[in-house]
Structures are given as C-alpha cells and as structure tokens.
C-alpha cells in the first residue's frame, strides 16, 4: 500500500514510520497515487492568525469577536475543547470559558494571509475554488506529469508550507468529488489529511449522520428524522422516486450523495450569488437615528465590495434580530441594478420605514443580491427621485477622491452617528 511521509514528503511502499525521517506522521491508502480533487479548510483560521502575530497569546483560549453583545466568529482549539463555537452569542462563549481572550477581528489581517495561501494553492493547480477566506476546493487532475508527484504529495507540500513560511495550518481532505473531500477534510482536524477513496465509499457513509451533508441545516434535519432518517444507511433505504416525492430536488440530490456520488465541477470563476455585511450591536437599540448610522455603513461596505468585484445587484435585503432573537427580513427589487452605496441606503432605509417594529434590535445587515456585471448598473435616471444623477455623480466623485488618498478621506455626516 502506498504511503507518504507528512514531514519531509518521501513516498514508501508501507509502514507507520518514514524510513528517511523516522517521523509517525504518515498516510497510507490504496488509493494515494490515483485521487486528485481536493478541499483545504484552515485549522481556526482567524484565531491562528492572532497567534502568529501576538506569541504571547499561544497556548491561551482565544475568540475572535465583538464585545460581549457580540458573536463568535472563530474561536481556537483551547476555547473549542470548552464547548466555544463560531456564531455562538459571547455571553454565552464567555460562560464556557471566562478565562478567555477576547481579540476584535483583523480582516485585513486575514486577508493578506488568505491571499498568501492562495498563491500557493495556484501554484499547484489552476482549477481553484475558494469557498471563503480560509477553505477552498482544488482540482489537480492531470498535475502529476507537471510537478512530477502526485496530488497527495503536492497537497502535504502546501501545508508544510503554509506552516514554515506563514505560521499557520490546515487540514486536507482527499477524493474522487466535492462532497467526500469536504467531508474528509472534517475528520482529522487540526493538522488533518484524510482520505476518502472510491472503492471505500459507500460502506465508509452508511452508518454516519445525514448531517455531514453541506448545506443541511436543522430545519432540513428536523424534516429527514420525521421521515426516519438519520444516517446515510437510513437513506440506502429509499428508492429514488420515493425520495424525489417526499423532498423534491433535494431528494433526488440525497439519493446520490447517499451512494457518494457528486458531479458538480470545481470551477475557478463560481459566480458570487450575494453580497451583504450585518453588523451584531454591543447593546440592544430602538434609537433611529443610531439604526440609520448602522445602515448607511453597511449600505457603504457592500457597495465597496460590489464595485471591487465589478457588479451590481438588483434586489436589495435588510435583516434585522430582535432581543429574542427572532429575525426580520424585508427585500425590495430594483427596476435597474445598482452598485450605488446612495441607491442601497435609501431602499434599506425605505424598507427599515415600513417595518413598523420599533425594535429594540441586536443586529442589522444590508444586503444585494440578483447580481450582474457592473456595465449594466445605474444607467437610468429615477423621474421619481431627480436629484438621483446629482449624488450619483457625488458618489463616483468621492469614490475617485478615496481611491487617490484612502478611504477615510471623506465621510458621510450619518456614518459617524
């Protein structure tokens, strides 16, 4: 059975040792050689980051977030083994763990990281899907005959990589499609390399929870156990059209993923479906005045990404979280597509006026979606709003300023509410 050392990279017939390094961080498969589609998630990513560049925090429990009112975005091993997770409420995260270390986010930071890592991905193969900042599909078929080893040992390469040049580390998972490698890169975390081979994968599925499955939330779970199903095994026992009948589209798509089958292409160019920003408040508001800061500053951000990533949206979302936690959502569709931060506030705000809830709200997000290329946005005047063309050209003026002298060169009276 093939193997590979993990350490210093040399390929051997079998053992649980390298011979040339004596290291016990091997991998041995029957299938090693031969699969070649990837997914690489970093180990804590966030957090990771904040280590590198402060030692003094190594060894410490560590949650990136905002405040106590806040959420957890990403919180380190040490806080995790406490029961710490991303997205949970940071009284909560603070309960589990008072002895934590609370660091406001650095995306900047995290940015410069992540394209750091991604050079390196595309160093190995063209095909490269990122998923978000620290995960990302690969497709290295038919690299072998350019790097002269096979995909296994590439990928083993990056990691080591990623940890000598750049302080951090993540975790590989391996296999013949999408849905087994993301799956596999779960299985070993951190400083993982799992394997998921062909001949492996039905019987390796049975007995495990449906929850494995991408994009399959409580809702969808709560739905498959009243139906009896739990495990991959449940599933086997479905016929197809049974299952097309129960949940429709999903359905069919379960009774593939049930037999490991997934024929979805990594692409390089996946269109972006959304863009949107939401920010969670230190303390409950009602104050409209502080709300409409709020809006406007995401209003602003996610035009800012829409005119980096050259596009436009034509629907426009705003998302609000009560005390309680319930969530409001109100969209409106726009009769030409927009990229405008001006466009964006005044539909958010419209709609944020016709709520008719007074809150107190914790969170707020603005969003834009239905997106297209920014070549067909904002090319007609509003005959309902006449002075639109006037801030429009206000907007692109100051857009121009910003780009010369930086974006804090000129601000919005609202935005500092």
Known sequence: MPALCRDCLTTFPDGARCPSCRSPRTLSHPELETLSIAHMDCDAFFASVEKRDNPELEGK?????????????????????????????????LKLCPDAIV??????AYVEASRAIREMMDELTPTVEPLSLDEAFMDLTGTARLHGRPPAVMLAR????????LGLTGSIGLSHNKFLAKVASDLDKPRGFSIIGKAETVEFLRP?????????????????????IRTFNDLH????????QRFG??????????????????SAHTPVKGISNETTFHEDTADAEILDGHIWRMAEK???RAKAKETAGRIVTLKLKRA?????????SLSQPTQLADTIYRNARHLFDQLGDAGPYRLLGVGLSELTSADRADLEGDLLDPDAGRRAATERAADAIRQRFGKDAILKGRALR
């Open 103 to 108: 660091v406001r986010p650095r995306f900047e």
């Open 302 to 304: 996610v035009s800012s």
């Open 158 to 165: 990056l990691v080591k990589r990623m940890k000598d040049e």
């Open 237 to 244: 026992r479905w016929d197809r059209d049974a299952l097309h």
């Open 249 to 266: 589209g999903m359905g069919d798509r379960l009774w593939h993923l049930a037999r490991g089958e997934d024929h979805r292409r990594i």
């Open 324 to 332: 309680n936690h319930k969530l409001l959502t109100r969209r409106t």
């Open 61 to 93: 429990p560590v949650i990136i977030g905002g405040g106590r009112r806040g959420v957890v975005s990403t919180a380190c091993y040490v806080a995790r083994i406490r029961g710490v997770r991303s997205a949970m409420p940071m009284f909560q995260a």
């Open 208 to 228: 495990r929870p449906v929850r494995l499955i991408w994009g399959i939330g409580p809702a969808a779970q709560d739905s498959l156990e009243a139906a009896g």
